[in-house]
Each structure stands twice: as C-alpha cells, then as structure tokens.
C-alpha cells in the first residue's frame, strides 16, 4: 500500500493545502511586524496584545475542538476553521485600528484552533498502517507554509506592492480550499468516536496514559519551538555580535532543518517504529538545544564573528530534532486513543495551545530577569522535559494495542459525506 490509502488521496491533498496556508497565516503577522508598527503607529505592547489575541483564540477554541468535532462533524468542523481564517485575514490590518485588529487575529487563532485537530483527526484515520508518515507529510504542509510566508512577504514589500496583500491572498486561498474540501467525501473516514464511556472502555479515570501524555508533551514541545524562534535572532546579536540580516538567516535555518525532518523522515524511513524515532528526534533535539546554550555561556559578549558557523549549524540541528515530534505525538495518542481520537487530539492539540499563549510570558520574564544567556538557557530545560515526555510517550503507546484500522463507510457517518 501506498503512503495514502487510494480512497484518501484526494481528501489528503486538499487538507494539505490547507495545512500550508495554516503555515502561512501563524507566521505572517511576527514577519509583517515592521511595517505594522511603522505603518500603523502601535506600541510594542499593542502590537503584543495582537498576537497574544490569536494565541488565546487558538487556545480556547482547540480545547472545545473535541466536542465540537463531535457534534457537528467533520466537514462541518473543517469549513467553519476556514472561514473563521479567510474572514480574519481579509479584512487583518485593513485599518489601523487596534480593537478592530485584535478580534480580527483572535478570529484567525480561533480557526486555527480548530482546523489544526480537525487535520490530525483525519490523518490518523487516513493512516491505516499507523507507520506515522502521512502526519509527518501533513506537517511538511504546515512548515513549508511558515517558510514561505515570510518569504513572499518579503518580496511583496520589495516589489511596492503592500505588505497587506498576502493577508488578502491566503484568505482567497482559503476560501478557495473550502469550496473543493465541500464537495469531499469526509464519511470514508468514518464516524468521530464518543467519550471513552459511549466506547465501552469506563469513566474518563480510566483513559490511556497517553491522553494525558499527549497534552504535557506538545505543551512543552511548542514552549521549546516558538521560544528558539522568537529568541535565536536576539541570541546571536546580543552574545556572538551576528549582524541582524545573518541573524534572520538563523530563523530560517531552524524551519528548514524543522520543514527536512518532516519530508525527510516520511521519505528515508520506512518502518513502524514511531515511538523510537520520537525518543532519537527529541534526544537531538535536547543535544542541539544544550550545545547552543553552553557555547553561549562560554562566549564573551560581543565575539568574534568568525564564531558564528556554531550556532548556526546547532540551529538547524535543532529544527531537525524538533521536525517530527508534533506530528508523531499526535499520531501516538490517536492509535493510544483509539475508542476517543477525536477528544484525545483535540486534547493534545490544546496543550500546544497552551503553550503557545503561555510561554513567551514566561521566557520573556526570565530573559528580563536574568539576561538572554539564561533565558536561552531555560528552553534547554524545556527542550530535556519535552524529551522526558516523548519517552514516556513512547512507552506508553508500545505498550499499547494493535495499530488503528479505518471501519467500513457506513451511511450517516458523522462529518458528512459528498
């Protein structure tokens, strides 16, 4: 069998595209920061107030996913993440006006919530071999989509065209998206399962230890990835004098090593073996994460730039250990979960929401606190409990039953069928 069961490939291809705009739209807002505050004249803490809208948004409406997903279906589910992101991007920084752009970027956030465990639920179903490779493709999408966002913002302002058009294209992408999933047949996937009570497994005591493993894993996971993101710039500027233009350069280098991992992994392994590829992904990650942080603290401030090719190379080696770990966990927990993967996704999703929201806070406070050399040096913490967590992950899914297999298509299935 090929990657994506034949019945599947044409969903899978549509929710592709959809998970590449996702990409697109968590990074296009941070890369247009400039020119916001430029343009519109916002204080650093409005313009923080604006990104932290969306973080909450995804947030809340991630943790509701599950019974939504439960009640109104997948498809339902799908398109209403879509238009809540197309009608937010749309009308995003058309004026200046804080309030106005505030509800707007909790709007996108509040459709990222809920496409993000609407796609994973949908993979999991769609991998009938539990080998993982179709989540880590799908989350390809999703790197491939903040890599070139930024990118194509970039050649927009160059150009004179207006910064403000990309947020005007992905909406019409989206939209256009939504259009062909209507017409799909979301029912091949089944019905979304109930509670863990309505699956004859007991009380809600009585779930997996991965349903709980799933949320403190992505939790933490997003912690460490959003935080060498939004500090590996500063991290270079401020401890080894990079120049600012070869700083941005160390942001890339950490999502192409991320977007690597995730082609890459699908691509060149081809076994079952999900839990230990996540241990030896984590375990990269954790070594990265460390080495960056000790040469920084063995560094005088301000040296050489000779001493730059370190970091940068460390940096990659960090996006690659982070590449597969979202999507492996979540493809974990769903074949854990298998009487309750819609709650359990959306679960695991929501601590990734959390994460998102909290932990630039807390990094930030620490930086102040301490400086930059320790603030970097807490994600090296975060990075080892994120480690910590995949592996007892990893050993709670091995102990697990056998792999999740896609029931007959019934009529009536919940999330529709076209």
Known sequence: MGLIAKPHRG???GLFGVFAVYGTSMTIVGAALPKILDDFGWSYASAGAVIAAS???????????GAILKRIGVKATLLAGIASCAAGLALFAATPSFALNFVLNALIGAGQGLLDPTVNWSVVR???EATGRPMNLMHGAFAAGAVAGPVVLGALI???LGWTLLFRLSAAVFA?????LAAMPFGRLGAVQGTEAEAGRGPSTSRAPAFWLGFVCLLLYVGAEMGITNWIAEYLVRIFAAAPATASLAVSLFWVGLLAGRFGVPALYRGKR?????????????????????????????????????????????GLGCSIVYPTVVSLVGIACKGYQAEAVSFAVAGGGVGLFAF?????????????RIGFASYAVIAALTASGCAFLAKA??????PFRTPPRSRGASGGSA
Do not use: C, R
């Not at 256009?176 to 062909?180: E, F, H, K, Q, S």
């Not at 241990?279 to 994460?289: K, N």
């Not at 930030?364 to 930059?372: D, E, H, L, P, R």
């Open 360 to 372: 630039p806070f807390l990094m930030s406070a620490i930086s102040q606190a301490f400086g930059i």
């Open 176 to 180: 256009l998206l939504g259009l062909a």
């Open 55 to 65: 973080a909450a948004g995804y947030a809340i409406v991630s943790f509701l996913s």
């Open 274 to 318: 999900q839990e230990a590829v996540l241990v030896a992904s984590s375990l990269l990650l954790v070594a990265s994460v460390l080495a960056l942080s000790v040469l920084g603290l063995a560094t005088p401030q301000g040296g050489p730039p000779s001493a730059l090719w370190p970091p940068l190379a460390l940096t990659f080696l960090a």
């Open 126 to 128: 769609m991998d009938e």
């Open 158 to 160: 160059s150009s004179g």
């Open 11 to 13: 969903l899978f291809t």
């Open 397 to 402: 899914s091995a102990a697990g039953g056998e």
